[in-house]
């Protein structure tokens, strides 16, 4: 376990060192009675093995679970811990049936559902990879009318919160967003907007003001720009397309976090050079073979534009790293 300033916690539990005969018993006992507050059985007869890490911050927990097909069973004897936390459960690319309030569902393939952790219900976990999320309810009852009965309804895995939700905590927790004493309640607060916009049934989301859409959507293109950089072709235009907002949006977007879009691309695109300079592997290749792959087309510019950011010319910095080497 691990915290800090914020009161982050991280903690993994894994079946991994036990021997075989051990694992269950060891798993309903260390994780499923102490801290899911779930009994829990094998779905299956082959070798059990599970992995899990709990992370948690004041107002959100968030659990990542993968392993064999297993069943979480949550009873009225399990409920004393009063947690009465909405849940928000998404499969990815696993599925998990899932039964309360005399509903049975089945969530796959990025699909999500809303439980009720203060009633009985009952999880089977199939297979691949499962988030849960627990919001308290206190958050989502100002956000959402009637959360009650928004439990137990299937939400696709194109409802654009919930896309938006999933992109933006995959990168607060890349960059360790949340135990950051500065930015973990900005960070919890547009989760638990997200996670409300999700469960609930609204418009599509549009080009909102919403600090906390804002916030999703600025993620979701920088995610798209630093996996699409080295395309020549990439533009503003097609960012915009991609993301479904318009170009004037995304501008907005990208200036008011004091990076412009190109700066952002150019970024990329000339520590990417960088790396592939001073790499011995790359050492034969032409600089302007290199200039080419990580998405310049003109060479005269690149050459501008990596003397400004280094202070050196492409041939300057690979001499010197040759000679480092």
């Known amino acids: 376990m691990s915290a800090d300033a914020a009161d982050f916690k991280s903690i993994r539990f894994s079946t ?7 694992r269950i018993p060891m798993w309903r006992e260390e994780f499923g009675r102490c801290v899911v507050h779930a009994d829990i059985a094998a779905a299956s007869d082959a070798p059990f093995h599970a992995e899990a890490t709990l992370q948690a911050v004041q107002g959100l927990r968030m659990l990542a679970l993968q392993g ?3 069943r979480f069973k949550r009873s009225r004897t399990d409920i004393v811990d009063g947690d009465d936390s909405i849940g928000l459960i998404v499969s990815s690319p696993g599925a998990s049936q899932l039964s309360q309030r ?38 989502l009852v100002p956000r959402v009318t009637d ?6 309804r299937p939400i696709s895995r194109r409802t654009e919160a919930l896309r938006l939700l999933m992109i933006y905590l995959k990168s607060a927790l890349r960059q ?33 003001r919403a600090s906390a859409v804002i916030a999703a959507r600025h993620s979701a293109a920088l995610d798209h720009i630093a ?62 073979d290199i200039a080419l792959d990580v998405g310049f087309s003109d060479i005269s510019h690149f050459n501008r534009l990596f003397r400004a950011r280094f202070g050196d010319s492409p041939r300057g910095v690979r001499s010197t790293g040759s000679r480092a080497a």
Do not use: W
């Open 16 to 22: 991994r060192e036990l021997p075989e005969r051990m």
């Open 68 to 70: 064999a097909p297993m």
């Open 102 to 139: 005399g509903r049975e569902i089945e969530c796959r393939g990025g699909e999500a559902v809303a439980i009720l952790h203060s009633e009985p219900a009952t999880v089977c976990y199939v297979g691949g990879r499962q988030l849960g999320l627990a919001v308290p309810r206190d958050a």
């Open 147 to 152: 959360v009650d009965s928004l439990a137990m």
């Open 176 to 208: 360790g967003a949340l135990a950051t004493p500065k930015l973990h309640d900005s960070i919890v607060t547009h989760i638990h907007d997200l996670v409300a916009l999700a469960i609930d049934e609204r418009v599509p989301l549009g080009e909102s």
């Open 227 to 288: 996996a699409h950089f080295q395309d020549p072709e990439l533009s503003l235009e097609i960012v915009a397309r991609c993301q479904g907002i318009s170009p004037r949006y995304l501008q907005r977007l990208m200036t008011s976090s004091g990076v412009s879009f190109t700066e952002r691309v150019n970024e990329l695109r000339l520590q990417k050079a960088f790396t592939l300079l001073i790499s011995p592997r790359d050492g034969a290749r032409r600089i302007s």
